[in-house]
Nanobody, 119 residues
């Protein structure tokens, strides 16, 4: 059974930091690009950051300079370090995996973890 399990969310004050983790199992993690998405109530899902299988990274303009994505292939885990958090960062954050196993496209999603930034 494929699983992506997010953790590390919570309530934090503006300017604070959180580190999200996503533990993956049931597929060949090292061959997949990993993404963090977020969705706030009444808003569309937004791509926050990406890290590819060769460790190339990218992030949305709204979080550039504040968030960092990384992965540990030995632990089958992807991370999102979030610094200088703002109220507009409040959302449910989802872990996503995209890749191919035996030539077949795969797309997996976690359950999400709530991040709330409020004073």
């Amino acid at each position: 059974q494929v699983q992506l399990v997010e953790s590390g969310g919570g309530l934090v004050q503006p300017g604070g930091s959180l580190r999200l983790s996503c533990a993956a199992s049931g597929f060949t993690f090292r061959w997949y690009s990993m993404n963090w998405y977020r969705q706030a109530p009444g808003k569309e899902r937004e791509l926050v950051a990406t890290i590819t299988s060769d460790m190339s990274t990218s992030c949305a303009d709204s979080v550039k300079g504040r968030f960092t994505i990384s992965r540990d292939n030995g632990k089958n885990t992807v991370y999102l370090q979030m610094n200088s958090l703002k109220p507009e960062d409040t959302a449910v954050y989802y872990c996503n995996a995209v890749g191919r196993d035996f030539g077949i496209l795969r797309d997996y999603w976690g359950q999400g973890t709530q991040v709330t930034v409020s004073s």
